[in-house]
């Protein structure tokens, strides 16, 4: 099987399993109790925190474990807005669908929605988000790199821009897919909000996290126990924890290794793929993109036949959001971008990852030309 869907979910290094099953087995105890059981578990949790944070730049307390990308948009997103009385938001129409459901559930509170469509290109420019920008935006949501396409986002350029008209709203960044391959320093990147998942950089499945800048209130969305210092309630996922600060360790000091063994993997499988099928369009050629992806367009492809073809060609793909690519529906990426919906049903992703062999990019890329010109 050749293993091109790393943006969905990526398979766990051996070294993040060997430092989780302690946990699971023998330092077991829940991380609110009082007696020594339970404390072995809070100070694993207490390390997990401190090692993430060091990763990020980040202070320890500002850390909040969750249970995924998912849920740590909705607290950035739902938190920062509901702690605003009738604060509103600035998003894009390239999000993940964890800001844009999360941004549809507060309009449906009355709270004002602001959704900034990017250029063709895929980039969205600062300007646009900045323009959009009003009294009441309690948060500006962008994503450092889009799950789909790979293309990286002017982040750190929005930030700057709003600081340079004297704007102080908080800015919020899913960087769930760029960790893997991107230096991420909390500080430098200029946001306040920034959120990761375990399972898309080597580590568990179930366990995400939060890092919120000092200083910013959220309200909480899951009410309960009061665990993470009052911002997320819930039985502590010790071993989850442990899981995402090996994993992100790991992925911070292979990044140089794996940005450029990936990235000849990829353009080895676009050279070839293009070379067989001369029609193939790779969005976001010659922009800067995520070294582990490649999002391309066929004309004429009906994505789902291919993607049928290519499993039992043994090649493992998607056709966009893991999120959404199970059902019937039109990448709504692409439409933001401008694209009908019969070119946005053309395109393929392909993504690669920790465990991507030397040479699988081309040897995957004739089996996917292969498979699509026999539609």
């Avoid at 750190?156 to 991420?184: K, M, Y």
């Avoid at 369009?281 to 999002?295: D, I, K, M």
Wanted: with cysteine.
């Amino acid at each position: 099987m050749h293993y091109l869907d790393h943006a969905a979910a990526t398979p766990m290094r051996p070294e993040v399993w060997e430092a989780m099953r302690p946990y699971a087995l023998e330092v077991f105890g829940n991380a609110s109790g009082s007696h020594a059981v339970s404390r072995q578990a809070k100070n694993a949790l207490e390390e997990a925190r401190e090692r993430t944070a060091a990763v990020l730049g980040a202070e320890p307390a500002e850390i909040v474990f969750t249970s995924g990308g998912t849920e740590s948009d909705n607290l950035a997103v739902q938190g920062a807005v509901l702690a605003a009385d009738d604060g509103g938001l600035v998003t894009t129409g390239i999000e993940h669908e964890a800001v844009l459901e999360t941004a549809a559930f507060l309009e449906s509170l009355g709270r004002d929605v602001v959704v900034v469509d990017p250029a063709a290109d895929g980039v969205i420019r600062p300007e646009a988000v900045a323009d959009a920008v009003s009294a009441n935006t309690a948060l500006v949501s962008i994503m450092l790199a889009n799950n789909e396409t790979g293309v990286i986002q002017p982040v750190s350029e929005v930030s700057a821009l709003l600081r340079s008209r004297g704007v102080s709203v908080p800015i919020h960044t899913d960087a769930v897919q760029a960790f893997a391959s991107e230096r991420i320093d909390v500080r430098r990147l200029g946001v306040d909000l920034l959120s990761l998942s375990g399972h898309k950089i080597g580590g568990p499945k179930g366990v995400g996290l939060l890092w919120i800048r000092r200083g910013l209130r959220l309200e909480p969305v899951i009410h309960g126990g009061g665990q993470e210092m009052g911002r997320r309630a819930g039985t502590s996922n010790v071993m989850g924890a442990i899981g995402m600060s090996v994993a992100m360790e790991l992925a911070d000091g292979d990044r140089t290794r794996f940005r450029r063994r990936v990235a000849e993997e990829r353009d080895s499988f676009e050279t070839t793929l293009r070379g067989a099928a001369p029609s193939v369009e790779v969005t976001g050629r010659g922009l800067l993109r995520l070294a582990s992806h490649s999002h391309v367009r066929v004309p004429g492809l009906d994505q789902q036949t291919a993607l049928i073809r290519l499993d039992r060609a043994a090649v493992a793909a998607s056709a966009g959001s893991a999120c959404s690519s199970g059902a019937a529906t039109t990448s709504h990426v692409l439409l933001a971008m401008g694209m009908g919906v019969s070119e946005a049903r053309t395109a393929l992703r392909f993504s690669f990852g920790w465990t991507t062999k030397v040479g699988e990019g081309a040897q995957a890329a004739r089996l996917v030309s292969e498979a699509i010109r026999s539609r």
